[in-house]
């Protein structure tokens, strides 16, 4: 598995590439791209570290598993690259911009945009098989990413984190509430949306008056 991680990143997660665990879910990954289509592409399979680099971040928005169709998956979490059709969560999410701050639905959905403006879009695990949600979960990612939430955390202030459904507000734990901001609302899927537990949630419009509290430069969104 090709580790292509920003530099920035390198001195507070080298220490995790050297562990046992890291090293078989390095065998699973090679092992499962050589056997499975998969994705995303493995060569995007750290795109989030790449576009957002560790000194950047002042957001963190946190998804589950990647989209697991064809050309979806590019390594930022709810992203699917240009000229693919947006899958319902992201319509959603786009939604409720155009709701919060009036920014009008997007041609693509492609938020590498939001990357490059210091959002870490980070999936809990970073790698599926086609067709098969959640197949590379349990496997050791979940273990990597929730050392660089609490990296982040014990390393950073001021970082606005965005837990979205029952399974990213489980990562509180991992984050310093004294020191960090915490938005939490349902999941944008249609089955959270629908019930009324997304819309409405004002985290576009929240986070860049807390970014502007401690004089960083709003996320346009």
């Given at each position: 598995m090709n580790v292509n991680i920003h530099e920035s990143w390198k001195f507070y997660l080298q220490s995790e590439f050297d562990k046992p665990y890291f090293d078989s879910l390095a065998n699973f990954v090679i092992e499962e791209y050589s056997k499975h289509e998969c994705f995303p592409p493995d060569n995007q399979?750290?795109?989030?570290?790449?576009?957002?680099?560790?000194?950047?971040?002042?957001?963190?928005?946190?998804?589950?598993?990647?989209?697991?169709?064809?050309?979806?998956?590019?390594?930022?979490?709810?992203?699917?690259?240009?000229?693919?059709?947006?899958?319902?969560?992201?319509?959603?999410?786009?939604?409720?911009?155009?709701?919060?701050?009036?920014?009008?639905?997007?041609?693509?959905?492609?938020?590498?945009?939001?990357?490059?403006?210091?959002?870490?879009?980070?999936?809990?695990?970073?790698?599926?098989?086609?067709?098969?949600?959640?197949?590379?979960?349990?496997?050791?990612?979940?273990?990597?990413?929730?050392?660089?939430?609490?990296?982040?955390?014990?390393?950073?202030k001021n970082v606005v984190f965005m837990l979205w459904g029952s399974y990213a507000k489980q990562k509180i734990k991992l984050i310093d509430a004294k020191k960090h901001y915490v938005l939490q609302s349902g999941h944008p899927s249609p089955l959270s949306a629908n019930r009324g537990l997304w819309f409405g949630n004002k985290h576009f419009s929240k986070t860049n008056f807390l970014l502007e509290q401690v004089f960083e430069k709003p996320v346009n969104w």
């Open positions: 399979i750290f795109n989030a570290f790449e576009h957002c680099h560790f000194h950047d971040v002042k957001v963190v928005i946190i998804g589950q598993d990647p989209y697991h169709d064809l050309g979806q998956a590019h390594g930022l979490c709810f992203s699917v690259n240009d000229d693919i059709k947006h899958p319902p969560s992201l319509k959603n999410i786009f939604k409720e911009i155009e709701q919060d701050v009036g920014v009008p639905y997007p041609k693509s959905g492609n938020l590498s945009r939001w990357a490059n403006q210091g959002v870490l879009l980070l999936n809990a695990t970073l790698t599926v098989r086609a067709h098969l949600a959640g197949s590379h979960q349990g496997k050791g990612w979940e273990t990597f990413t929730d050392t660089v939430i609490k990296t982040i955390s014990d390393n950073k």
